[in-house]
């Protein structure tokens, strides 16, 4: 019996397949690998991306 665990899911910013070996975690960060574009897991099932909030880089200028 072959599991497939391949998944992809389109990226919100591009439409390109973001491909994940494994399931992910929610709220966890991954790159677009076409965009570049930080992506957060939203939902694990099914799989839903959304486009990470900017960080603020807050330091003082
Ligand atoms: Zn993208």
Redesign the pocket.
């Known amino acids: 019996m072959t599991q497939q665990t391949a998944l992809t899911v389109p990226?919100p910013?591009?439409?390109?397949d973001?491909a994940f070996a494994e399931a992910p975690m929610e709220s966890e960060i991954v790159p677009?690998g076409?965009?570049?574009?930080d992506?957060e897991v939203r939902g694990t099932s099914p799989i839903t991306l959304e486009t990470a909030p900017e960080v603020e880089e807050d330091w003082g200028e």
């Open positions: 990226c910013e591009c439409a390109a973001v677009c076409d965009c570049g574009a992506l």
